[in-house]
């Protein structure tokens, strides 16, 4: 049975730092595409970060220079360090995993998810 937990979440001011951490189990995290979406409240889920087998990422614009998503294969656990954070970064956090070679950022493409981080941050 595959389970993805994240945890990390939190409450913090603009301008601090989080990192986020997905804990896979029941797969083999090298063989997936792994990201990271989110969803504030009354809006729809959205990209945030994908990391692909070869350690490549990618990211939505309005993270890009801010986040960086990185994996431990060893640890079977993804991370997504937040920085100089919004309030507009304010939502649910999700990782997922997507059996994918290329860097997917629709959430068709993922297979499995996890339960979700809450993140919020104040002005």
């Known amino acids: 049975q595959v389970q993805l937990v994240e945890s990390g979440g939190g409450l913090v001011q603009a301008g601090d730092s989080l990192r986020l951490s997905c804990a896979a189990s029941?797969?083999?995290?090298?063989?997936?595409?792994m990201g990271w979406f989110r969803q504030a409240l009354g809006k729809e889920r959205e990209f945030v970060a994908v990391i692909n087998w070869d350690d490549l990422g990618s990211y939505a614009g309005s993270v890009k220079g801010r986040f960086t998503i990185s994996r431990d294969n060893a640890a079977n656990t993804v991370y997504l360090q937040m920085n100089s954070l919004k309030p507009e970064d304010t939502a649910v956090y999700y990782c997922?995993?997507?059996?994918?070679?290329?860097?997917?950022?629709?959430?068709?493409?993922?297979?499995?998810w996890g339960q979700g981080t809450q993140v919020t941050v104040s002005s």
């Open positions: 997922a995993a997507s059996p994918s070679r290329l860097l997917p950022r629709t959430s068709y493409n993922y297979d499995y």
């Open positions: 029941g797969l083999t995290l090298s063989t997936y595409a």
